[in-house]
């Protein structure tokens, strides 16, 4: 009995220690691992410094092409392209043990926190941009069998000097059961329909008191089918209307839910900031707004928030959602990205825009500080 309790016990350990090693991007220092480090990088093949790869316009490349079981633990990623917009052009996607459909679609800038397709600086726990372009990633991305990483080059120019490092371990164990997958979606509107163009400020009346309980027309950041948990989003906004983008609440839908499972109290609110965010960019490591704009057409913001402290779970499905201005009332722009972990197989995403509507640009949408302030908007 006693031995059978002692190998209980050190099965459980060893279950404990190899979970571990797959779920955190911080490994205990004080324990030897058991994992082996590898690097998939652009390294110069023949050893000396052209430490890059050219990528020709309409040109898929694969970054990581490996076996498992193993886990991503970091990215980098540098660009040179001349193209303007490049960060819009060039699309990313994830594919885990052989599936046909990515788990990960999005514009390259987009999953770094630059929905604008312009660079800037800004640091979080898992994702950050450091000085002259540099795009890190430390979501842990698990993979039982395969694990596979392309860029696509939708542009009209060649990237001309494509620079990566991609870290991962492999184990010499299976992954525990029930681990899950990492996933990333992208989604845009340009514009948000708003339903009235008639309006002059967000405070109104026949704006401010109109009631949303259950959020038909949100802004979608994802949708999934199946279980597990979301886990944050990077978004940006350009405003096509002036006063202030964000009155909008987030609003989750958890397992069928009609109503929101969860609801909040406006868009600076969930991303945890007040008052309109102020005046001054500011980024924290679950939660940032590293662009803040003016609150006049044409200003772009940028913000972010991850649930790491407590991601949402969902047992057969999550919708998470944000109005565009109370009552979805404004029609501005809106680019994001989802982040969520999963069992396999994912639903389906929503086909990725064609490249040029993926451009940030203003819309004739109406309404205050738009120039087609005659016109009316509405679903």
Not at 115 to 141: I, T
Not at 151 to 162: F, Q, V, Y
Not at 197 to 218: F, I, T, Y
Not at 239 to 255: A, S, T
Request: aromatic letters at 14%; hydrophobic letters at 35%.
């Amino acid at each position: 009995m006693r031995q059978s309790l002692k190998a209980f016990i050190w099965v459980a350990a060893a279950a404990t220690a190899a979970h571990a090693q797959v779920s955190s991007w911080q490994p205990d220092l004080t324990r030897q691992q058991e994992y082996a480090q590898h690097r998939s990088s652009s390294s110069d093949p023949v050893g000396a410094n052209a430490d890059y790869r050219t990528v020709a316009p309409g040109a898929t490349y694969t970054v990581l092409d490996t076996d498992g079981p193993g886990t991503i633990s970091h990215i980098w990623f540098t660009l040179g392209d001349s193209e303007p917009y490049s960060l819009k052009r060039i699309v990313l996607r994830m594919y885990w043990d052989g599936e046909q459909t990515p788990s990960v679609e999005t514009p390259i800038g987009d999953f770094f926190g630059l929905g604008l397709g312009e660079y800037y600086m800004w640091q979080s726990e898992m994702l950050s941009v450091g000085g002259e372009r540099a795009l890190n990633c430390f979501f842990p991305m698990p993979f039982a069998h395969h694990a596979r990483i392309t860029l696509t080059n939708e542009g009209k120019r060649p990237i001309s000097a494509l620079y990566y490092n991609i870290d991962y371990r492999t184990y010499p164990h299976t992954l525990p059961a029930g681990t899950l997958y990492f996933h990333a979606q992208y989604r845009q509107a340009q514009p948000n329909h708003g339903w009235t163009s008639d309006w002059r400020s967000n405070g109104q009346a026949s704006v401010n008191d109109r009631p949303n309980l259950d959020g038909k027309e949100n802004y979608v950041w994802m949708e999934a089918s199946g279980h597990g948990q979301y886990i944050g989003v990077t978004m940006s906004i350009l405003q096509n209307q002036d006063d202030w983008w964000g009155e909008g609440d987030d609003m989750f839908f958890i397992d069928g839910a009609k109503q929101p499972s969860i609801a909040g109290t406006g868009s600076e609110d969930y991303f945890l900031g007040a008052w309109g965010f102020g005046s001054t960019p500011f980024s924290y490591p679950l939660y940032g707004a590293p662009v803040i704009g003016d609150g006049h057409a044409g200003s772009r913001t940028s913000v972010y928030r991850f649930h790491l402290d407590s991601p949402i779970p969902f047992s057969t499905s999550m919708r998470a959602t944000i109005e565009h201005g109370n009552a979805n009332h404004r029609s501005d722009n809106f680019y994001s990205v989802a982040y969520w972990y999963q069992a396999e197989p994912h639903a389906a995403f929503p086909p990725l825009p064609p490249v040029d509507s993926r451009i940030p640009t203003m819309q004739l949408t109406g309404g205050p500080g738009n120039p087609a302030s005659n016109r009316t908007s509405s679903h």
